[in-house]
């Protein structure tokens, strides 16, 4: 009897012990699951990935004369996410983003990076919480693309393309119209029906390799990662300021300043197509070098609600676009 309890304890311990391992298993593969899903957005120690304002510099330096002198934004969306979802390990705290559209004007007329969009393709993007849709601000955006100098994008997401997409008067807006050619391909997508207006196919397509001037003091920079088309420009201002606009890249300022990425998660399952991961940490590695190396360089990621607020307090930038611009 001694021996069949001893046995039926052991037998006891022997279960409790293989769940315990089980449990500690799962915890543990709970927490890799965590850390790289959610909590890994580490970059590159150094990075290939080239952020050469010199050469940015150079390409506008004949530009004095129509350099622009008047910054503004139109934010045509926001919702919240937590912040966890903008950058990897950032926690649950609520972030605003943003949808927005700028507006650089000076001399040789008005420049618009990014078009905004419309009611229908707003429900369909905004998948925060707390939604809002400026229908105003997008119908500024759409009027001042009208009578624009030219109008560029940073990549071919919706809430950056589908104004362009679905603008009104394709042929006035065709020979203001610079796309790369990823750009164009993506943007079918956002179309009518899928149907691209014939006279935008006139719109010019260009394929950068390198940085190439778009506009007086504008200067688009490839940065091919969160989509094939994304694109950086550099704008130089008539008061010698000098800003960078990252569209998404970064969609936090922090996102450079820490630096880290998006988690995985966002980038691999809920992002279509996939962000590029190491591309993007590529970018941002340098960006963060670059924003040590020039500390006046004004960086505006398009969907930083509170980064944006603090750049019209620093009068940088102003709300509401010019339509009639010069």
Known sequence: MVQRGTSEKGNRMGWL???????????????????????????????????????WRALVAGDTAELPNDVRVEVVA????????????????????????????????????????????????LRGRNPTYDEAANGRVIAAMGNSARVVVTHEHPDHIAGVARFPVPERLAERLTLTAKQFEGFRLWAPGGVVPPALANAT??????????????VMIPAE?????????????ASGAELLFLGDVAWSISNVTKPAIRPRLVQDYLMSPPE?????AAQIRALHDLSL???????????????????????????IFVIDAP
Request: cysteine-free.
């Open 78 to 125: 926001k919702d919240e996410l937590p912040f966890g979802i903008v950058q990897a390990a950032g926690g649950y705290k609520p972030y605003v983003m943003a949808r927005t559209a700028f507006q650089l004007n000076g001399p040789a007329g008005s420049v618009v990076i990014d078009a905004g969009m419309d009611k229908d393709i707003a429900k369909s993007t």
């Open 17 to 55: 012990g293989r769940i315990g391992i089980a449990l500690l298993v799962l915890i543990v593969a709970a927490g890799v699951a965590y850390w790289y899903l959610l909590a890994d957005g580490d970059v590159p120690a150094a990075t290939q990935y080239k952020t050469d304002i010199e050469a």
């Open 225 to 237: 990662g969160h989509t094939p088309g994304t694109v950086m420009f550099y704008a130089k201002l």
């Open 293 to 319: 190396a020039e500390p006046d360089l004004t960086m505006i990621p398009s969907h930083d609600e509170t980064h944006i607020e603090q750049l019209i307090e620093a009068g940088l930038i102003k709300r």
């Open 276 to 280: 590029n991961r190491d591309k993007v």
């Open 205 to 218: 397509l260009i394929e950068p390799q390198t940085p190439v001037r778009v506009a007086p003091g504008i």
